[in-house]
């Protein structure tokens, strides 16, 4: 699996609106139903999943990102989102610090082990330390996909 799969063509913001952790998660899931991977009848439920999974442990795992993450009888495959915030946002992450990339993860629920295969591949990429800085430098939605395509291009 490849970030390139999981990423939805056009859910990739560069520069979210949001300064706080609710309203990124809300941006994200719209850009998600926007890309055509989940209904927009399964918006609002998505959201509240997954601001209540938050409320009860963070996903902001230090560094400057966040992973939220959901399984849902809605979603037909995994798909991500990624959003970009240059000021930073408090998601109460482990290290106290502020999240910089956040990667929201949608899954089928009879799917576990794909969730868990996507997990891997987005956590394999968000733990070192040169492409957390290189997302952090993004700028634009080209950066992103660029270097989503170059994560791709090494693993193989």
Do not use: W, Y
């Amino acid at each position: 699996m490849k970030l390139t799969e999981l990423v939805a063509p056009g859910a990739i913001i560069a520069s979210l609106n949001s300064r706080e952790r609710d309203g990124v998660i809300a941006e994200l899931v719209d850009a998600l139903v926007k890309a055509g991977c989940l209904e927009a009848s399964s918006r609002d439920e998505l959201v509240k999943m997954l601001v209540e999974r938050e409320r009860r442990s963070t996903t902001g795992f230090g560094e400057g990102i966040a992973v939220p993450h959901a399984k849902h009888a809605t979603i037909g495959k995994v798909c991500a989102a990624i959003g970009l915030s240059p000021g930073g946002v408090d998601f109460a992450s482990v290290d106290l610090q502020p999240v910089f990339t956040v990667v929201l993860l949608l899954s089928p629920r009879e799917k576990p082990d794909e969730h868990l295969h996507a997990m891997e591949v987005i956590f394999k990429v968000l733990s070192q330390d040169t492409l957390r800085r290189l997302f952090r430098q993004a700028t634009t939605v080209a950066d992103v996909q660029q270097l989503l395509e170059d994560v791709d291009a090494q693993a193989v």
